[in-house]
T-cell receptor, first 114, second 113 residues
Framework: AQSVTQLGSHVSVSEGALVLLRCNYS??????LFWYVQYPNQGLQLLLK??????LVKGINGFEAEFKKSETSFHLTKPSAHMSDAAEYFC????????????FGKGITLSVRP | KAGVTQTPRYLIKTRGQQVTLSCSPI?????VSWYQQTPGQGLQFLFE???????NKGNFPGRFSGRQFSNSRSEMNVSTLELGDSALYLC????????????FGSGTRLTVV
């Protein structure tokens, strides 16, 4: 079975500062990894995905993530935070086959201080 | 291209009642999955339907059921509602390639009183 660990439940950064949201995964087979963002009272929006091609993945809104197999990590970064980035972020893992559901981490709430 | 449409957006039901939620996936997507989101348990997988067949099921009691129609639209039913069923129910649609990712709807907020 797959699992995802997102350390910490809340991250606060200043506007313009680096955003780093951590995600570690566990999977016995090669995983597909995703980051989703959720704004209040909305569904999940896909930010980016790793699908075994390039290990550095660029997504929407200036976010990127790097797949590191040796560290079983898929951390999300953005060089400069904007106020509009304040939201909840979820890392998720999936695999090919009958068990292709998304398994999510607990989520991290990002706050951006002016 | 229309997104994933979930109806209704908000619902208030009384304990013991049953409820049906609807999800219309993106055109051409044959996979529809349902997730329950609560503050305590986070996002939990309920089930997935593909071409009208349940392909995968999470660890929820039998009160939670679903189905998918020939046009890929899906419904989720919860019978004998309990207070703990209050949650945001999210539907996700996708092609038959898990690496493509899934597109989520805005969800149905169910409150059980």
């Amino acid at each position: 079975a797959q699992s995802v660990t997102q350390l910490g439940s809340h991250v606060s950064v200043s506007e313009g500062a680096l955003v780093l949201l951590r995600c570690n995964y566990s999977s016995s087979v090669p995983p597909y990894l995703f980051w989703y963002v959720q704004y209040p009272n909305q569904g999940l929006q896909l930010l980016l995905k790793y699908t075994s091609a390039a290990t550095l993945v660029k997504g929407i809104n200036g976010f990127e993530a790097e797949f590191k197999k040796s560290e079983t990590s898929f951390h999300l970064t953005k060089p400069s935070a904007h106020m509009s980035d304040a939201a909840e972020y979820f890392c998720a893992v999936s695999v090919t086959g009958a068990n292709s559901k998304l398994t999510f981490g607990k989520g991290i709430t990002l706050s951006v201080r002016p | 291209k229309a997104g994933v449409t979930q109806t209704p957006r908000y619902l208030i039901k009384t304990r013991g009642q049953q409820v049906t939620l609807s999800c219309s996936p993106i055109s051409g997507h044959r996979s529809v999955s349902w997730y329950q989101q609560t503050p305590g348990q986070g996002l939990q997988f309920l089930f997935e339907y593909f071409s009208e067949t349940q392909r995968n099921k999470g660890n929820f009691p039998g009160r939670f059921s679903g189905r998918q129609f020939s046009n890929s639209r899906s419904e989720m039913n919860v019978s004998t509602l309990e207070l703990g069923d209050s949650a945001l129910y999210l539907c996700a649609s996708g092609p038959d390639r898990p690496n493509y990712g899934y597109t989520f709807g805005s969800g149905t907020r169910l409150t059980v009183v």
